[in-house]
């Protein structure tokens, strides 16, 4: 049924399609290479899945709770399937390198690629893949970046590019697509664009009270 007025289904058609499309996505992801494909259609690639869902906590290993929780807001049901089609080790998480091999080697492969001359991975990305401070990496920059600290045997830098790209029909990567960024002011050691220039508040200082105690003092 539709509404005859503006030619759009119902709220019971609509109803009716959104709980046939939930079923069919049951009866589809029932095997750990579905939701696979699941996710990359979701989150763009599995490197972002994992950091997102998977492994939301950041510990490394995703545990049948973590596989249950992203199931859920997925929409999948199949989770005691696909956990044991994943055979969890003795510990009874899943590392990434389990998970998919492929996206595992080629992270650290790159990781190691950024740290190269003994610098912070923070430090080559700048260099390499972020010279003009744009906190914009497309595909060419990327390639060109590899190929400079040395290249990559897993995998060419076009696909390592797609294996890390964070969201579906995302063309550029930034450095926290791939790696932690815990400090994020020291993306702009001159201040944010509409903060330079504005004088800084100075540290703290103590200061004696009468009674032999500190209080803490801007100046």
Not at 187 to 197: A, I, T
Request: charged residues 30%; neutral net charge; aromatic residues 10%.
């Amino acid at each position: 049924a539709t509404d005859s007025t503006q030619g759009t289904p119902s709220p019971r058609a609509h109803a009716k399609m959104l709980c046939e499309a939930s079923h069919e996505k049951d009866k589809i992801v029932s095997t750990v290479d579905g939701l696979k494909k699941l996710l990359v259609s979701k989150y763009g690639s599995i490197f972002s899945a994992w950091r997102t869902v998977l492994d939301g906590d950041h510990n490394g290993r995703m545990s049948q709770v973590d596989l249950a929780n992203a199931c859920r807001f997925l929409g999948v049901k199949a989770i005691v399937t696909l956990w044991a089609q994943l055979t969890p080790n003795e510990a009874g998480h899943v590392t990434l390198k389990e998970f998919d091999p492929e996206t595992d080697a080629v992270f650290k492969e790159f990781e190691q690629l950024v740290r190269k001359d003994g610098k912070l991975p923070k430090a080559n990305w700048r260099e390499f893949f972020d010279s003009g401070r744009t906190f914009r990496c497309d595909e060419g920059m990327f390639e060109r970046g590899c190929e400079k600290l040395g290249g990559l045997t897993t995998c060419s830098p076009k696909r390592a590019f797609r294996l890390f790209r964070p969201e579906p029909g995302r063309h550029h990567l930034e450095y926290a697509d791939i790696f932690p960024d815990h400090d994020r002011n020291d993306n702009f050691p001159e201040g944010r664009p509409k903060q330079v220039g504005v004088p800084r508040m100075s540290s703290p200082q103590a200061h004696e009270t009468p009674d032999g105690g500190q209080d803490l003092a801007f100046f």
